[in-house]
T-cell receptor, first 112, second 113 residues
Framework: GESVGLHLPTLSVQEGDNSIINCAYS??????FIWYKQESGKGPQFIID?????DKRQGQRVTVLLNKTVKHLSLQIAATQPGDSAVYFC???????????FGAGTILRVKS | EAGVAQSPRYKIIEKRQSVAFWCNPI?????LYWYQQILGQGPKLLIQ????????DSQLPKDRFSAERLKGVDSTLKIQPAKLEDSAVYLC???????????FGSGTRLTVV
């Protein structure tokens, strides 16, 4: 069935390096995508979002890229810090009514 | 602004018992969501309210789960009777309903033994 999925379940990076977390989605009708960060014992925290009429959006140290041709989403974190260690989820918005569908998540581990 | 408040933070019950979770959304947020997050998975939507009306409860196991949002503000989610597979974190989120601006609470971790 349709789903939002992630290519890599765990990503380990050295502090200071750039991180790239990938996500594949299957519903071409989705028009809004969000990246969330979830630390242990906490709820998902909004990082950055992008609408389907854009292919790139930048925030503070983070960039989201959207490739609608191959239905692929990525989150780039510049100069990764230990505080970036968490589980990262992509989510897509399907249908009218603001229903978010989440992927399984990628664990990001930052080595000092 | 204050965040989404949830209680309790943790709950351990035996199977076949009942349990209730409470959520207080951000003031002014018309839309409220309950998600179930099983360990190692992404959150899965159980039910969505718009004010005090249900918008989507297609993935709510209605034989054992129920939810209400009285007066369009606070919400409670109940499980009766609980099964082992209900062990999960139950997350509440709210939004203005514009397609963005979701805010999640810290969740209630339920363990059914």
């Amino acid at each position: 069935g349709e789903s939002v999925g992630l290519h890599l379940p765990t990503l380990s990076v050295q502090e200071g390096d750039n991180s790239i977390i990938n996500c594949a989605y299957s519903n071409s009708a989705s028009d809004y995508f969000i990246w969330y960060k979830q630390e242990s014992g906490k709820g998902p925290q909004f990082i950055i979002d992008i609408r389907s009429n854009m292919d790139k959006r930048q925030g503070q140290r983070v960039t989201v890229l959207l490739n609608k041709t191959v239905k692929h989403l990525s989150l780039q974190i510049a100069a990764t810090q230990p505080g970036d260690s968490a589980v990262y989820f992509c989510a897509e918005n399907r249908e009218y009514g603001n229903k978010l569908v989440f992927g399984a998540g990628t664990i990001l581990r930052v080595k000092s | 602004e204050a965040g989404v408040a949830q209680s309790p933070r943790y709950k351990i019950i035996e199977k076949r018992q009942s349990v209730a979770f409470w959520c207080n959304p951000i003031s002014g947020h018309a839309t409220l969501y309950w998600y179930q997050q099983i360990l190692g998975q992404g959150p899965k939507l159980l039910i969505q309210f718009q004010n005090n009306g249900v918008v989507d409860d297609s993935q709510l196991p209605k034989d054992r789960f129920s939810a209400e949002r009285l007066k369009g503000v606070d919400s409670t989610l109940k499980i009766q009777p609980a099964k082992l597979e209900d062990s999960a974190v139950y997350l509440c989120a709210s939004s203005r309903g514009s397609g963005k601006g979701y805010t999640f609470g810290s969740g209630t971790r339920l363990t059914v033994v």
